[in-house]
């Protein structure tokens, strides 16, 4: 095989799983709460300039940055709960998806109030890695293994603890659930803290291989919710692989003609998919 | 509310002959077209149809007028119908598999989402002829300016007011027809209007069709009056919005309420940029989201609607 093609499958599949994160937070939430959070790149990009704020600006290690990331985005998520998602649970689906467009601006608009429309970098970079004849970027790499990591935390959760079943209980009927005695307020909660946890962790991962401006969003926000319909919205583990695939597709479109339309070729094969599989390419 | 619109269109079409300054008369047309654009957009969302593509609507027919009139000489005239052609012709590629397939609600919202994107990403990609990121201008032509479609500010106006009465009239006729009763059940039930024998896809490709048409006509005509075309601002998940928002503020269920929404987002706007200016980029979006938010929250059925609900709340039943 061409080394060159073969590097830009491993690069794919790297890129999947940074897609990855995102795409499971948002089925989380979507599962739970019945909500598509439009401005969920939003989020990740506020974690994003959070990283970079402390560890350029105020000086604190990286490890400590990316610790303090995690909690304020998760913040972030249950304040965006209680303040706009929950007075319009029982409006229009596209009502909500509508108010958290909206808030996808103000995030916008806030990050370019406060750090101006530059573009910032971490300035954290490690030599590549040559792995037979194909050259794998470090961060990358460990990006790809901690989101594996973090998607593998998420799983023993949902599988093995008491809140955790109770949202897989959740997402699978919301009307019987509350009558086994499970408040559904609270779990709303939990899942919302837990979708912005897993933008928390997105950003940190992504922290480290882009630079982040204001609009970074909406780079990769758009892709994460075609992502999350090919998987399925709301199946996790459709999700997780739609991510790698839709992430190869990127990556050898790249190889094969260039970045713009590779990304015009993955659109494409979203829109083919959902005429195919209206309920998702993993649906039962 | 159609004597209020023809009110409006008799004073709009007198207007210029006050002699008003440039500065008023160009905020006028950019109202006009764009509410055209979002009396469009309303015309599918308040049957519950949200489309966040109409981006892709709008692009589609800017770039093919500016392409045909840059690359083959052909006037706007011919070009406008052209790239609004063009502009329904995709919107019946997009729309007549999701309503086969029955692909709705948040589905139906993120498929039309990746259309706009797709647009907005093959205008950038195909930069030796769109000038990709950083825009196109439709070559000047100052001794041919009919044919061009290029005049000064009083002959745009009138155009406006034509393109914007035009949509109004399509509202209004889609209004007495069977059809928006037929859309109307549709919207409620699909199982149930299907029943009782309403030919369900056919009912929503027409609206569709109709509503991408009228949206891609206003984006035509805008980005021919600025005489400057950018995929930023005519294609992809930003522009979406902005119709949608726009929509939304004003009332997506009345005829006027989207234009009042463009005049209100306009207006809002101008006075971000006059009073910010440049010294508080980012201070527009910022409050722009929280209006949209506030909107949505407290004024569901936005300005119109709230006035509406006033005036007829005394009454028993609608």
Redesign the interface.
Same mark, same amino acid.
């Given at each position: 095989m061409d080394p060159f093609l073969l590097e830009a499958i491993v690069n794919g599949i790297l890129l999947g799983g940074v897609f990855a994160l995102p795409v499971l937070g948002l089925n989380l939430v979507?599962g739970v709460v019945d909500v598509?959070w439009l401005c969920y790149a939003e989020l990740v990009m506020v974690g994003m300039y959070c990283v970079w704020f402390l560890y350029t600006q105020a000086g604190w290690p990286l490890i400590a940055a990316f610790a303090a990331c995690l909690p304020v985005v998760a913040g972030l998520g249950l304040l965006l709960h209680q303040l706009?998602v929950r007075?319009?649970l029982s409006?229009?689906?596209? %009502?909500q998806?509508?108010?958290t467009?909206?808030?996808?601006?103000?995030?916008? =608009?806030?990050?370019?109030?406060?750090f101006? %429309?530059d573009f910032r970098s971490l300035g954290v970079e490690m030599p590549p890695m040559e792995v037979g004849e194909i050259f794998v970027s470090g961060t990358k790499l460990i990006a790809f293994v901690a989101a594996l990591v973090g998607a593998g935390l998420l799983w023993t959760f949902l599988k093995f603890t008491y809140v955790g079943t109770a949202i897989r209980a959740i997402a699978r009927d919301r009307e019987v659930m509350p009558l086994m005695g499970v408040d559904p307020r609270r779990i709303y909660l939990v899942a919302s803290a837990i979708g912005g946890t897993l933008a928390g962790l997105a950003a940190c991962l992504l922290v480290v291989q882009l630079d982040v401006h204001?609009f970074i969003g909406?780079s990769f926000?758009?892709i994460t919710?075609?992502i999350?319909?090919m998987g399925g919205?709301g199946n996790m583990l459709g999700g997780f692989l739609a991510a790698f695939l839709m992430g190869v597709i990127i990556s050898t479109g790249g190889f094969w003609w260039?970045t713009?339309?590779s990304?015009?070729v993955a659109?494409?094969c979203?829109?083919v998919v959902?005429?195919a599989r209206?309920r998702g390419l993993f649906a039962r | 509310m159609i004597r209020i619109a023809i009110a409006l269109f008799v004073a709009l079409a007198a207007l210029p002959l006050l002699g008003l300054p440039d500065y008023f008369l160009h905020l006028g047309i950019a109202t006009m077209l764009s509410a055209l654009s979002f009396t469009g957009w309303a015309l599918m969302g308040r049957f519950?149809l949200?489309s966040f593509g109409h981006g892709a609507f709008i692009g589609i027919a800017a770039y093919t007028m500016a392409l045909l009139w840059n690359e083959v000489g052909l006037s706007p005239w011919l070009g406008v119908p052209a790239g609004v052609a063009l502009a329904v012709a995709a919107a019946a590629l997009?729309a007549y598999?999701?309503f086969r397939?029955?692909?709705v609600?948040?589905?139906f919202?993120? &498929?039309t989402?990746?259309?706009g994107?797709?647009v907005r990403?093959?205008i950038?990609?195909l930069r030796d002829h769109t000038g990709g990121s950083l825009g196109m201008t439709p070559r000047l032509a100052p001794d041919n300016s009919f044919a061009a479609m290029q005049f000064d500010k009083h002959g745009f106006w009138w155009l406006a007011v034509a393109a914007w009465g035009f949509g109004i009239l399509v509202w209004w006729w889609i209004d007495r027809s069977m059809s928006a009763k037929a859309l109307a059940a549709i919207s409620e039930d699909e199982d149930a209007a299907a029943s009782i024998g309403i030919r369900v896809t056919r009912e929503k490709m027409m609206i569709t069709l109709i509503s991408a048409g009228l949206a891609a006509l206003g984006g035509a005509l805008g980005a021919q009056y600025r005489l400057y075309l950018n995929p930023e601002s005519l294609a992809?998940?930003?522009i979406s919005?902005q119709i &949608?928002?726009g929509a939304?503020a004003g009332g997506m269920y009345s005829m006027l309420g989207p234009t009042v929404g463009a005049a209100f987002t306009i207006a809002l706007e101008e006075t971000l940029r006059v009073s910010f200016g440049t010294a508080?980029?980012?201070?527009?979006?910022?409050?722009? =989201?929280?209006?949209?938010?506030l909107f949505?929250?407290f004024l569901?059925r936005g300005i119109v609607g709230w006035f509406e609900r006033k005036r007829w709340a005394p009454r028993v039943g609608r």
């Open positions: 979507f598509v706009v007075p319009l409006s229009p689906p596209i %009502t998806v509508l108010a467009g909206g808030v996808l601006f103000i995030l916008q =608009g806030g990050a370019m109030l406060i101006g %429309t204001p909406l926000g758009p919710f075609m999350c319909v919205l260039n713009e339309m990304y015009v659109f494409a979203f829109i959902m005429f209206p | 519950g949200v997009l598999p999701c397939l029955r692909v609600g948040h589905y919202a993120l &498929v989402l990746a259309a994107e797709i990403i093959l950038i990609a992809g998940i930003g919005l &949608v928002f939304l508080f980029i980012g201070a527009a979006p910022l409050v722009y =989201g929280v209006l949209l938010v949505i929250l569901p």
